[in-house]
């Protein structure tokens, strides 16, 4: 009964290839978001959706294409792949819960390995 | 643009005792969330407890609590009766609100380790 879930866990591949995440989300939440890890552990935002709606990208390279087919779903798509994307990248998703209170959850995120 | 500061970069604590993680964070947003996110080494992001900027009662969460001063944009996160399972690298987070559809500014993260 996984809240935000990301497929697939690790992915490993050579420069220049092009590679997809993707990521599902089940708590009824308008708004997914796409963050980077890197080497150093800094989290930093790339993307937003609100329903299905891009409403933030953070200077994000071209060739990182997000797509949000419905608000339960955000994929990320990136082209020509760089030994600088190795990195783990998270999906969150978040809304109201019923008490009211802001909330944001994590899928449980995708080591990226580009070699 | 909101920042997001820990000085903690690394914390350690015996087993049972209590710990405080400090982040302090600049803002000029009057609504904003703030929240402590946890990060063991199988690397999910939990969420182990958030404040409402314009509630002032700090906020708990069984063992975990929090110290929020907001004048002084302080946001310190208590551990108490620290468990083995507590170990993890724990980030401190800012969540404005209104029209920024609450992308979150993470500090840079402190070690935590509990020694038995």
């Known amino acids: 009964d996984t809240a935000v879930s990301q497929t697939p866990k690790y992915l490993v591949t050579q420069m220049g290839n092009d590679k997809s995440i993707k990521c599902e989300q089940n708590?009824?939440?308008?708004?997914m978001y796409w963050y980077k890890q890197d080497s150093k552990k800094f989290l930093k935002i790339m993307f937003s959706?609100?329903?299905?709606?891009?409403?933030i990208n953070e200077t994000v390279p071209n060739r990182f294409s997000p797509k949000s087919p419905d608000k339960a779903h955000l994929n990320l798509h990136i082209n020509s792949l760089e030994l600088g994307d190795s990195a783990v990248y998270f999906c969150?998703?978040?809304?109201?819960?019923?008490?009211?209170?802001?909330?944001?959850?994590f899928g449980p995120g995708t080591r990226l390995t580009v070699t | 643009a909101q920042t997001v500061t820990q000085s903690q970069p690394e914390m350690s604590v015996q087993e049972a005792e209590t710990v405080t993680l400090s982040c302090t964070y600049d803002?000029?947003?009057?609504?904003?969330?703030l929240f402590w996110y946890k990060q063991p080494p199988s690397r999910q992001m939990i969420l182990v407890i958030r404040?409402?900027?314009?509630?002032?009662q700090n906020a708990t969460e069984n063992r975990f609590s929090v110290n929020f001063q907001k004048a002084a944009k302080s946001f310190s996160l208590k551990i108490s009766d620290s468990q083995l399972g507590d170990t993890a690298m724990y980030f401190c987070?800012?969540?404005?609100?209104?029209?920024?559809?609450?992308?979150?500014?993470f500090g840079q993260g402190t070690i935590l380790t509990v020694h038995p």
């Open positions: 404040q409402e900027a314009y509630k002032q």
């Open positions: 987070a800012f969540s404005a609100g209104g029209t920024s559809y609450g992308k979150l500014t």
């Open positions: 708590l009824g939440h308008d708004t």
């Open positions: 969150a998703s978040a809304g109201t819960s019923g008490s009211g209170t802001y909330e944001q959850y």
């Open positions: 803002t000029s947003e009057s609504n904003y969330y």
């Open positions: 959706y609100n329903n299905k709606e891009l409403i």
